[in-house]
């Protein structure tokens, strides 16, 4: 099959339009769908799929066979060293606290403390990613109750778990750091920015920026890497705080969980995800994207607080103020995912794109209709992660 992106999102934003009547066709932009946001507002979703030629899967090798958690840790240390990491760029540690490195060896003896069949949840998960997220996901599944009880609950309901995306928190962009790190996921690890213009450099009205880069894996796995800095001149953004407190480790993991009915992939509606895990107990905050009537909902679990930064640390951000020694704590928190599946025609289209065949009993098959993000969901994440309590 050769069609081009445009044609297929063409095509596949005509289909969404013809049956749900909260959508329209974008004007003179064909591969867009809007929709209304609140009382005055739309919202524009391209449908147009990122360019990208499929990747190996190399987190397989390490993580193929881990049964317990110290072969978990020789997986991630052999794992990290076999390429290049953000702590490897010239000058990318220059905001990183001595902190952040025994934050995230703690991380990793944490593995220590979890059962058998908890770490082969964790390496079943991230051996079918690249060695990056995989790398990033073992730190993000270490450091949350959440993550894990998502990983528990699919296991025992039968849900496929799918990896939706990193958030990595970089310093201010008087260093530029995320722009290099965009820089690094392209050129050493094969990501690509997305050819969709609005996507490539975020910017947000209360202080921080972002570049978003995108990875298609032969296994059909799409990956996507938030890449977060704060503005230079927002002393008070926290994304710059949380970098220099613990480093390059992911702010959130998001992932998504699926399930095959009739041979269609289907997501699991959000409410009963959140039910799940409730009965978990694991504590929910406020969902966003009701706007977008499933092409992409997101919730956020409480976050992990993390009461032992040195003290030193903790008093340089009570100088600053507003509150930051409070959210600094907010160490991590899980971000649960839905966005609603293809139907099976296009999801066979869209795999097509990347010589890929489509399989929907595949439990790594994923396609969904929206693939991007969304700057209001986006912020909200952050306002989220800023909750004290």
């Known amino acids: 099959m050769n069609e081009s992106s445009q044609h297929f999102a063409s095509d596949l934003a005509k289909s969404l339009v013809a049956r749900n009547k909260l959508f329209s066709l974008a004007t ?67 905001n990183i606290s001595d902190y952040a490195t025994e934050f995230q060896h703690d991380i990793l003896q944490s593995a220590n403390d979890l059962a058998c069949y908890q770490i082969q949840l964790i390496a079943n998960f991230v051996k079918n990613l690249d060695t990056y997220c995989a790398i990033k996901s073992v730190e993000s599944l270490l450091n949350s109750k959440a993550d894990i009880a998502l990983l528990e609950v699919a296991a025992q309901k039968g849900w496929n778990v799918h990896f939706d995306h990193l958030a990595i928190r970089c310093a201010s962009d008087q260093t530029a750091d995320s722009k290099k790190i965009s820089q690094l996921l392209i050129n050493e690890h094969g990501y690509t920015a997305s050819q969709v213009d609005e996507e490539i450099h975020y910017q947000f009205p209360d202080g921080w920026n972002a570049y978003p880069v995108y990875k298609m894996l032969e296994n059909g796995q799409a990956l996507r890497v938030f890449v977060d800095q704060s503005d230079v001149d927002d002393k008070h953004q926290i994304i710059q705080h949380w970098n220099h407190i613990y480093g390059y480790t992911a702010h959130h993991l998001a992932m998504r969980a699926t399930r095959t009915v009739n041979q269609q992939k289907e997501d699991i509606p959000l409410d009963e995800v959140i039910q799940a895990l409730t009965e978990h107990g694991i504590s929910i905050l406020s969902p966003t994207g009701a706007y977008t009537d499933g092409l992409l909902l997101q919730v956020f679990t409480r976050p992990e607080r993390n009461q032992s930064i040195p003290v030193e640390l903790i008093r340089k951000l009570q100088k600053l103020g507003n509150n930051l020694d409070r959210i600094i704590e907010n160490g991590k928190l899980l971000e649960v995912v839905s966005r609603t599946e293809m139907r099976v025609e296009y999801a066979i289209r869209f795999y097509a794109l990347y010589d890929i065949k489509y399989d929907a009993t595949n439990p790594l098959h994923s396609v969904p209709v929206y693939t991007y993000f969304l700057p209001t969901q986006a912020a909200h994440v952050i306002k989220t992660s800023q909750e004290i309590g």
């Open 28 to 94: 003179n932009q064909a591969v867009k769908v809007q929709a209304k946001q609140g009382e005055n507002a739309i919202a524009s979703l391209d449908l147009t799929p990122f360019n990208a030629k499929t990747a190996p899967i190399t987190a397989y090798p390490f993580f193929a066979n881990v049964k317990n958690s110290s072969q978990l840790i020789m997986a991630y240390q052999t794992a990290k060293e076999s390429c290049t990491f953000e702590e490897d760029l010239a000058g990318a540690t220059e």
